[in-house]
């Protein structure tokens, strides 16, 4: 899951992004409000954390004009103004949530999740593709009734892979879900992380899940003829 997080102060970003990424959430900041609406015209985002106070453009401008033009991946706003009708406005221009500071991180974490269980309310918490679990709730995966230990990227590149199960994924799709702007394309990460995967989740095993198609990218499948090796 991508998410674009638009905020103007240094230390708050710091801490916002770090936590987001131990979550396993790819984070993009933008610290104005004209920025923000360039990166979301950019990349395809599945939540927007957005603050009210920014230069530039504000909050409520930016989410009025990022509905105006089609978006609609969720808005979660935040501001330090507690009066109603702040709210009442934020809610009116777009927004989907509303979050006043200080809060607890945690609470963000909840309010994010909801959004996007919203956002993908198509999709079981647990997938299941053969004997390999994926919840995405806990963020936990197993396969056969055993735990797989994984770092916060393996488990969101596996749950990319297990959201698309059986579709062929590219490495520019992975690359914006997965990863963050900071993704180097020349670079073989996500090489690197698809073999982590296959280590930890196909090895010993009978049936392969993982494969890769030369030239098309990648697929997590328990069929046999969907892929090149």
């Keep these: 899951m991508r998410i674009l997080l638009v905020e103007d102060e240094a230390p708050a ?3 916002l ?5 131990e979550e396993a959430y790819a984070v993009d900041v933008a610290m104005d409000g004209e920025k923000a609406l360039e990166q979301a015209g950019l990349t395809d985002y599945d939540l927007i954390i957005l603050d009210v106070m920014l230069p530039r453009k504000d909050g409520f401008e930016v989410c009025r004009e990022l509905r105006a033009t089609g978006f609609t991946a969720p808005i979660l706003m935040l501001t330090a103004r507690d009066a ?9 221009t777009g927004a989907d949530d509303y979050l006043v500071k200080p809060f607890d991180f ?3 974490l909840a309010r994010a999740r909801a959004l996007l269980r919203r956002k993908e309310a198509l999709y079981p918490q647990v997938i299941a593709v053969a004997d390999l679990s994926v919840d995405t709730r806990s963020r936990r995966a197993s396969r056969g009734g055993r735990d797989i230990d994984l ?3 393996e488990y969101a590149l596996l749950e990319y892979l297990a959201r698309r199960a059986d579709e062929v994924v590219g490495r520019a799709e992975i690359a ?3 990863w963050d702007e900071n993704f180097d394309p020349f670079s073989k990460v996500i090489e690197v992380f698809i073999q982590r995967l296959r280590r930890k989740i196909d090895n010993g095993q009978s049936l392969r899940l993982i494969h890769t198609r ?3 990218g990648y697929t997590l499948s328990a069929k046999g003829d969907v892929a090149d090796d």
Excluded: C, M, N
């Design 106 to 108: 945690e609470e963000l």
């Design 84 to 92: 109603v009708e702040d709210r009442v406005a934020g809610l009116d």
């Design 214 to 216: 030369r030239g098309e």
């Design 17 to 21: 992004a770090k936590g987001l990424r």
């Design 176 to 178: 914006e879900h997965v």
């Design 13 to 15: 970003v710091k801490v």
């Design 151 to 153: 770092t916060a990227k």
